[in-house]
């Protein structure tokens, strides 16, 4: 028999162990539905909460990228976000797409790489590699926030866990 002070003890340790993170049934990762492709977003959290930023394709076109002219066209592309904080903003996945919006070539644009303009809107501008420049047909932002990469119960069992962004877009994914 168990002394009544172990007994009466074993409720608490347990307890203790539990929000220790010793416990393995309290992690899980979950991924959240990629957002519908568009020239002008508004960014989404991973709960699909909108935080008031607009990220936008100004402009694009095809020419041969200033660093590697040899390799031909490529998708020069001009973007801005409204609302966002410049040090610590959203992340969107860019993709040149063809006619039926299958991406040619994609890339992550991050708000805290633009320029600050005095209307306090943040613009930037990329480069998208792609096989064959003549199939673009445009250039679309996925709005789902690409910034946010909590870590995954397989890395950190305690602290990890959660929803993830989705994955980033990339060749051949239908927008």
Request: hydrophobic letters at 35%; a negative charge; charged letters at 20%.
């Amino acid at each position: 028999m168990f002394p009544a002070r172990v007994l009466a003890g074993a409720p608490l340790a347990l307890v203790i162990l539990a929000l220790s993170g010793c416990s393995s049934w309290g992690c899980t990762d979950t991924t959240a539905k990629r957002g519908e492709a568009s020239v002008r977003v508004q960014v989404e959290d991973t709960y699909g909460q909108r935080p008031g930023v607009t990220a936008e394709v100004v402009d694009w076109r095809l020419e041969p990228h200033p660093q590697v002219p040899s390799e031909g066209g490529q998708v020069d592309f001009d973007y801005r976000f409204d609302g966002a904080d410049e040090f610590s903003g959203p992340a969107v996945d860019a993709c040149a797409v063809d006619k039926k919006r299958v991406a040619l070539g994609c890339q992550t644009i991050y708000s805290s790489e633009a320029w600050h303009q005095p209307d306090g809107t943040l613009t930037g501008d990329g480069w998208l590699a792609v096989e064959h420049p003549g199939q673009v047909a445009g250039v679309l932002l996925i709005p789902n926030d690409q910034s946010y990469g909590p870590r995954t119960c397989d890395q950190d069992a305690k602290d990890g866990g959660g929803t993830h962004p989705p994955k980033p877009a990339s060749k051949g994914a239908q927008l």
